[in-house]
């Protein structure tokens, strides 16, 4: 049975289809809310209800510890009747510019002993269209699907670039450096709402764990092609020297901007040397930024570590809630749409 989901303060208002979660009936209609991991976990679309009720979809929690005491989490929730629901954003959204290609490995090189850089190309003649730090996901052959950020900015329109973690017996990340020019993988993006508040012009700081520095290259390549000029300040997190795998892109950008602060923290013991902050991501934030407040905080990586910088920022460093913009790579098949 279907149910109306009206957005509070809107003229805004869709229908909800039987099971289906809040946040997938809003994207059906055009309006995304925030969103990441789309899990549950992630805390992103976490959202007021304001009127009517809602219940957990499956077996899922209807909340987490990103919550604040009346919100629930719209990725996880479908409405009993007819609700009204009070998102922190919303944006409007073609639901129909999310396309499927047949891409093809074109390079495939590896950045660190257990990353790879893989470049794939689009068909002749067809273009990627994306936000900078936006997601696509990438189908099995058993269906399933995995979730990789874009590193490469909008422009570079022909082809996408991801940069891959190993995991010890993963599906696809494992296979991933055995991959050969001209190999198909099925895509489709884009997905996510880690991207760039455009209307902002206020210090900003990027927070990578890893791998998560992929969106943060996006996001920075197309600050640079667009000219934008804003004080950064970007933390990079990994456990060793060879996590921070692409430090070429880190001095392209101190180039353009000589006032761009790089920080590179290094946790396992002993292994942070000349230059290095030795020591975890939240831990570098706070050693470093003595006063969030006024400033955008985007942070890309495990669930763990944007749960400790999110902590810090908001609970040590004064940032607002609102200000505070992640994405987070949850591990195993992503969830369907
Ligand atoms: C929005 C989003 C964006 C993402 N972007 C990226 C990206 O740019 N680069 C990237 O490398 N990854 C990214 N990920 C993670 C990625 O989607 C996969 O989860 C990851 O590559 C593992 O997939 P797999 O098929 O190799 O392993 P699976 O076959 O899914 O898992 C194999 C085993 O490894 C465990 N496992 C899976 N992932 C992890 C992990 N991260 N840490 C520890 N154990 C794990 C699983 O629990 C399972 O036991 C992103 C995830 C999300 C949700």
Redesign the pocket.
């Known amino acids: 049975m279907n149910h109306r989901i009206a957005i509070a303060g809107s003229d805004v208002a869709f229908e909800c289809a039987g099971n289906e979660s809040v946040l997938d009936a809003a994207a059906r209609a055009g309006i995304e809310l925030p969103y ?2 789309r899990k549950g976990v992630c805390g992103n679309c976490a959202g007021a209800v304001v009127r009517g009720e809602v219940a957990a979809i499956g077996t899922g929690a209807l909340t987490n510890e990103t919550c604040l005491p009346d919100q629930v989490l719209f990725c996880m929730c479908a409405p009993r009747g007819d609700i009204e629901i009070a998102p922190t954003a919303m944006r409007r959204i073609d639901p129909a510019a999310r396309k499927r290609f047949t891409a093809k490995v074109f390079r495939n090189e590896l950045a660190a002993p257990d990353v790879s850089v893989l470049q794939l190309r689009l068909p002749t003649g067809q273009r990627a269209k994306f936000r900078a730090g936006q ?1 696509l996901q990438l189908s099995l052959p058993d269906g399933s699907t ?4 874009m590193a490469n900015a909008p422009h570079e329109s022909d082809a996408v670039t ?4 190993h ?1 010890p ?6 296979r991933v450096p055995r991959l050969t020019a001209g190999e198909l993988v099925d895509i489709e993006l884009p997905f ?1 709402a880690f991207s760039l508040q455009e209307e902002q012009a206020r210090p900003v700081v990027f927070v990578a764990g890893g ?1 998560g520095f ?1 969106p943060v290259k996006s996001i920075l390549d197309d600050m640079l092609k667009r000219r934008i000029d804003r004080p950064i300040t970007l933390i990079w997190a990994a456990r060793q020297a060879d996590g921070i795998y692409l430090r070429t892109a880190v001095a392209r950008w101190q180039k353009q901007w000589p006032q761009m602060r790089f920080v590179s923290a290094l946790s396992d013991d002993g292994a942070a040397g000349d230059g290095d902050f030795a020591g975890r991501a939240d831990e570098a934030l706070l050693a470093t930024c003595p006063d969030l407040k006024g400033h955008e905080l985007y942070c890309c990586g ?1 669930p763990a570590m944007v749960n400790a910088v999110r902590d810090a920022a908001l609970r040590h460093r004064g940032l607002d809630a609102g200000d505070f913009h992640s ?8 969830a369907r749409s």
């Open positions: 990441s991991c997601y995995r979730s990789y950020s991801l940069h891959v973690r995991v017996g993963g599906a696809f990340s494992a996510g791998t992929a495990s994405d987070v790579f949850v591990e195993g098949p992503a």
